[in-house]
């Protein structure tokens, strides 16, 4: 699943900067390592996991027991699936850096958008379900290779998956930032799981008029303030 490339140690010069643009894996601590060294992480992945009983991980309120295997609007079970993973370059220059963003895009969506240019994946689920250790085992081989960060895309519906896998990977030496790229349409819960552990959000956020919403998107309330306002805050650590 993943493609292997030859990565480079040193930033080409025009990134680099003379040192002004470019942080030192060495001297960067990600947010998580201090939620995993309190048992924060560790918290959070089991009472996301719980969730799972009675599913409201994103604005749908399923309420479906996906702990099961039930599956809900998102099509979603116990597991998460990776449609693939590979060091990205098509990322904007700040995340694809010279090594590729470690980007994992995630199969199923809780949107049904019409214009979505990653269909297969989003609506007819390519890709193979992935256990907890599966996943970490997927972020350390981005970050063995050289990417600069993780980055999960359309991370929505897998959120305590995401998380039950992280406490693995950071246990395992992961030391990278964390990109939550996100089509914007998070519960406020999820949100606050993922507080103080995501580095950098990347929420995509596509229609206002409710109208719309509901054509194009198939979720009428996605432009809730709610959520717009819950994205925009940053970790509080
Ligand atoms: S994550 Fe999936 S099952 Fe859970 S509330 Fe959203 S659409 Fe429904």
Not at 46 to 55: D, G, K, P, T
Not at 107 to 135: D, H, I, K, M
């Amino acid at each position: 699943m993943i493609i292997f490339l030859r990565s480079r140690n040193a930033a080409p010069f025009e990134l680099n900067g003379d040192g002004r643009f470019v942080m030192s894996r060495k001297d960067f601590v990600p947010a998580y390592v201090q939620a995993f060294e309190e048992g924060l992480l560790q918290k959070r992945a089991e009472q996301a996991v719980e969730s799972l009983r009675s599913c409201r991980v994103c604005p749908r309120d399923c309420e479906i027991d996906r702990f099961n295997n039930k599956i809900g609007v998102c099509k979603s079970g116990r597991l998460a699936r990776v449609a693939s993973a590979f060091p990205h370059f098509g990322e904007e220059d700040c995340l694809r850096g010279w090594n590729g963003s470690g980007t994992i895009f995630f199969g199923w969506c809780n949107l049904r958008c019409v214009f979505c240019q990653n269909f297969e994946t989003s609506q007819f689920g390519e890709g193979a379900e992935v256990t907890a250790a599966e996943l970490a085992r997927i972020m350390l081989d981005l970050q063995r290779i050289g990417c600069h960060n993780i980055n999960f895309v359309t991370p929505e519906h897998v959120v305590p998956q995401i998380l039950e896998a992280l406490v693995i990977a950071v246990e395992r030496g992961l030391r990278l930032p964390l990109v939550y790229n996100t089509s914007a349409y998070d519960s406020i819960e999820s949100i606050q799981w993922m507080d103080g552990l995501v580095d950098i959000y990347m929420p995509d956020f596509k229609l206002w008029d409710a109208e719309h919403c509901r054509k194009y998107l198939v979720a009428s309330d996605y432009s809730d303030p709610a959520w717009g306002a819950a994205l925009s805050s940053r970790p509080s650590s």
